[in-house]
């Protein structure tokens, strides 16, 4: 984990153009140990973009991305991304609703999607139901993914999230598509995160400006 008040996170002139579009320009970002950022912003105005950029999924057309002190384009981009968390729409559909909510936590160690691609002890199992119950889902542990509401869902997305103890978080639209009361609970959770001195800054997208948690630092709009 990087020094309290240490960038982890710089876009220098970030702007990205895709089929003549401009969908980014000059975006200038720097997230840094002890903060924990909204970006704010309508549908379509590339947020997700962002996203995929600032967890290396996407290069900009123009200027620098740094990651740990890393530079996009200087540096193995599949090693960097195991130190970033991405929770997204697109992860939910990637996961096979067979597994387990415990394995779907502990695959997270190796940012993979499948349990059999890595050897896991019963210490990772553990570490997955501890994070399960943290987030209030501890009951879901041996229940297939696919039969979860939408709700448990997220939360477990959210225990993935942890379970590599990454250096940071990103977060794209994690409301959507939940009730009322899910995405209360949701809420609830992203706040009491965001106030935990111990864990890494978090990127929450979202076009709500309700869903904004309490605890969060600095506004992106």
Not at 77 to 105: C, F, G, N, W, Y
Not at 117 to 126: E, I, K, S, T, V
Not at 192 to 210: F, G, N
Request: hydrophobic share 40%.
């Amino acid at each position: 984990m990087s020094q309290e008040g240490t960038a982890v996170l710089r876009l220098s002139g970030v702007g990205l153009t895709r089929n003549g579009t401009r969908l980014l320009d000059q975006i200038d970002f720097v997230v840094e140990t002890g903060s924990s950022w909204i970006v704010l912003g309508a549908n379509g105005s590339g947020k997700t973009s962002l996203v995929r950029i600032c967890s290396l999924y996407e290069h900009p057309s123009c200027g620098t991305v740094e990651l740990l002190g890393e530079e996009l384009g200087h540096t193995d981009v599949r090693k960097l991304r195991r130190r970033v968390a991405l929770v997204s729409p697109a992860l939910t559909d990637m996961i096979r609703p067979q597994l387990t909510a415990t394995e779907v936590v502990m695959c997270a160690k190796f940012a993979a999607l499948e349990p059999w691609w890595h050897d896991y002890d019963q210490a990772d199992r553990d570490k997955a139901v501890s994070l399960l119950n943290a987030q209030q889902v501890g009951f879901t542990a041996q229940r297939r993914y696919g039969s979860l509401s939408s709700g448990e869902r997220q939360r477990v997305l959210l225990a993935r999230a942890l379970m590599s103890e990454p250096d940071l978080i990103l977060l794209d639209e994690p409301s959507a598509a939940l009730d009322l009361g899910g995405r209360e609970l949701l809420v609830e959770r992203l706040g009491e995160l965001a106030a935990d001195r111990a864990a890494p800054p978090i990127i929450l997208v979202t076009h709500h400006v309700e869903e904004i948690p309490p605890n969060f630092t600095h506004v992106l709009a």
